[in-house]
């Protein structure tokens, strides 16, 4: 259970964060007063594009319009040619390019999971649109449509959410940046480079994740440590006749102790690889049915920590009736049936 | 000789053994002073009807419950001086158990269940040459890769057997070992305790309420209401 929400977790903010990394852009502006997962409105100005254009070492400028459920159900509408320019041409899984203002462009992943193909119209926010193709995942977001489409939906004409900027040499992006957030007419915009705007797809840069994690693994803890103290006590209980019988052989009570106590260290070492093992049907059931907004990845750096909850948990909800079962009288334990 | 002890002097001594028992407000006077001599090597049936105290006595002999007053003596060693680890000591080498309802591990194959008596006693598993004639004496050396499950109840019970006496105990206590069985492994297993008992010289103490069963003994001890009555 640990293993695949610290996995969906991570998944969801990688699977952002490639999508993001996939638009190439050397710099992000963002609408005053946004966040990492927040509705980014369409705020920003277009007119905005020419002013960056016009900076020095900026090649190129565009951006985009979100609309939907922000991050996690991204659809994104995009000037093409702008974009292709500065991401590079979308690598199309089936079908071609926009040609048309109802036409939408899918994600593979996000295709195959709600089963659209292309030349198949679908309904969405109250409109009809032709699946013209599916792209190969990772770029920007998982429905691209035309920007004006996008703008028109959103109402926001003339809007962008986020602009992003290229500049002619990578040792120029830091340059660009602090010009940038120094001029007064862009006070208020957050304004990242690339290696910044990445750093912010973190656990500890989303608001309450952390928290939200550890509420979950306390929960896990918990739950595991009674399902095992149950357990080992139903099972110590069923094997109270054993019990006597060992302590009618003249087994001491450390004897019996360390049989009971080995038991538990190699279920829940078979039951922390058992549980590793399940991550990867949770990962391709959460890939493929969970729906789009959510991802797992499999998360290697917490096997360990997740083991050593298990065997600690288990170990210490076997020590209560571990302990009571060895200071049973014999004749008790071996006249139980 | 053994713990000092001379080889004519008894392996269980017992004066004025009592035991009282505390049921709810109610004290149970399950042994009222009984007195008994049994010598090395020596085969002794102990009969009595249900509640005469033999099970008792039985439980004080093995260690598994201490005595109210009086003395148990198994191989000079006393039983009213012995901590609850001191018995648990005692079960370990000087006594080995035979219950009527066989008692075996149902996890382990019979082999396991006989070698698990001589780990708990710090003794290694392997299987000594002595050893190999008494399992095939019980008629079980096929027989050790088995669980409890797949064995006849007679086969149990001579799994058991061996289990009781692999670590050589000074006296093999025998709770009913027929009150399961039908008479043919009736039969067999008490024909077991007097092989063993004449081939070892294996000291043997064996409740029972069955008279036939009785007489596989050298000698026969009645119980009635917590005494020796003869």
């Known amino acids: 259970?640990?293993?695949?929400?610290?996995?969906?977790?991570?998944?969801?903010?990688?699977?952002?964060?490639?999508?993001?990394?996939?638009?190439?852009?050397?710099?992000?502006?963002?609408?005053?007063?946004?966040?990492?997962?927040?509705?980014?409105?369409?705020?920003?100005?277009?007119?905005?594009?020419?002013?960056?254009?016009?900076?020095?070492?900026?090649?190129?400028a565009t951006g985009s319009v979100n609309h939907g459920a922000g991050i996690l159900e991204s659809l994104g509408g995009i000037d093409f040619d702008k974009f292709e320019r500065m991401s590079g041409r979308f690598r199309y899984i089936q079908g071609g390019p926009i040609t048309a203002p109802h036409h939408i462009l899918l994600e593979d992943r996000y295709a195959a999971q709600k089963n659209y193909k292309v030349g198949q119209t679908i309904r969405l926010w109250n409109r009809d649109w032709y699946v013209v193709g599916t792209y190969e995942s990772g770029k920007l977001a998982r429905m691209i449509l035309p920007l004006r489409t996008v703008q028109e939906l959103a109402g926001a004409e003339g809007k962008l959410s986020q602009i992003f900027l290229k500049v002619d040499k990578p040792e120029n992006i830091d340059?660009?940046?602090?010009?940038?957030?120094?001029?007064?007419?862009?006070?208020?915009?957050?304004?990242?480079?690339?290696?910044?705007?990445?750093?912010?797809?973190?656990?500890?840069?989303?608001?309450a994740l952390r928290q939200f994690i550890m509420v979950v693994i306390t929960l896990g803890i918990s739950v595991g440590f009674l399902v095992?103290?149950?357990?080992?006590?139903?099972?110590?209980?069923?094997?109270?006749?054993?019990?006597?019988?060992?302590?009618?052989?003249?087994?001491?009570?450390?004897?019996?102790?360390?049989?009971?106590?080995?038991?538990?260290?190699?279920?829940?070492?078979?039951?922390?690889?058992?549980?590793?093992?399940?991550?990867?049907?949770?990962?391709?059931?959460?890939?493929?049915?969970?729906?789009?907004?959510?991802?797992?990845?499999?998360?290697?750096?917490?096997?360990?920590?997740?083991?050593?909850?298990?065997?600690?948990?288990?170990?210490?909800?076997?020590?209560?009736?571990?302990?009571?079962?060895?200071?049973?009288?014999?004749?008790?334990?071996?006249?139980?049936? | 000789m053994t713990d000092g002890q001379p080889p004519d002097s008894p392996i269980i001594r017992i004066r004025e053994l009592r035991k009282i028992y505390r049921v709810g407000d109610v004290d149970v006077e399950a042994l009222r002073g009984v007195d008994l001599d049994v010598q090395r090597g020596e085969f002794v049936s102990i009969v009595g009807p249900s509640g005469s105290g033999k099970s008792t006595m039985f439980h004080i002999l093995g260690g598994l419950t201490p005595a109210t007053s009086g003395t148990v003596e198994i191989d000079g060693v006393d039983l009213a001086k012995l901590s609850e680890a001191g018995r648990t000591a005692l079960r370990k080498t000087k006594v080995g158990f035979v219950f009527q309802k066989y008692n075996l591990?149902?996890?382990?194959?019979?082999?396991?269940?006989?070698?698990?008596?001589?780990?708990?006693?710090?003794?290694?598993?392997e299987t000594e040459d002595w050893f190999r004639d008494v399992l095939g004496l019980l008629g079980i050396d096929q027989r050790l890769d088995h669980k409890p499950r797949a064995m006849s109840g007679g086969e149990q019970q001579r799994v058991a057997i061996a289990r009781a006496i692999v670590n050589h105990p000074a006296i093999l206590l025998?709770?009913?070992?027929?009150?399961?069985?039908?008479?043919?492994?009736?039969?067999?297993?008490?024909?077991?305790?007097?092989?063993?008992?004449?081939?070892?010289?294996?000291?043997?103490?064996?409740?029972?309420?069955?008279?036939?069963?009785?007489?596989?003994?050298?000698?026969?001890v009645h119980m009635r209401d917590g005494r020796i009555v003869d």
């Open chain 1, 1 to 60: 259970m640990i293993l695949t929400l610290v996995g969906v977790s991570r998944g969801v903010i990688e699977e952002s964060e490639r999508r993001a990394r996939g638009v190439g852009a050397d710099i992000w502006v963002r609408p005053p007063a946004s966040s990492l997962i927040s509705f980014s409105t369409a705020s920003m100005p277009e007119k905005l594009l020419s002013f960056f254009e016009q900076q020095e070492h900026v090649v190129l």
């Open chain 2, 105 to 125: 591990l149902p996890t382990l194959t019979a082999g396991e269940n006989i070698a698990i008596a001589k780990n708990i006693a710090g003794k290694p598993v």
């Open chain 1, 228 to 337: 095992v103290f149950l357990s080992m006590y139903t099972s110590v209980l069923e094997r109270t006749r054993e019990i006597g019988i060992l302590k009618s052989l003249g087994a001491s009570k450390t004897y019996i102790l360390s049989i009971l106590i080995r038991e538990t260290a190699i279920l829940s070492l078979v039951g922390a690889a058992l549980g590793v093992c399940a991550t990867y049907g949770t990962r391709w059931i959460v890939n493929n049915y969970a729906g789009p907004a959510f991802s797992q990845i499999i998360v290697k750096d917490w096997w360990p920590i997740t083991a050593g909850i298990a065997i600690a948990g288990s170990l210490l909800g076997t020590l209560y009736p571990a302990w009571k079962a060895v200071r049973q009288d014999a004749l008790e334990a071996l006249s139980y049936d």
């Open chain 2, 174 to 220: 025998a709770d009913e070992p027929t009150g399961n069985l039908d008479t043919a492994n009736s039969e067999a297993v008490l024909g077991v305790l007097r092989n063993l008992n004449e081939r070892l010289g294996q000291t043997i103490l064996m409740i029972t309420h069955n008279p036939e069963a009785a007489a596989y003994g050298h000698r026969v």
């Open chain 1, 175 to 207: 340059k660009v940046v602090a010009a940038l957030k120094a001029n007064p007419a862009l006070a208020g915009y957050p304004i990242y480079s690339v290696d910044e705007w990445m750093s912010l797809f973190s656990v500890d840069r989303i608001p």
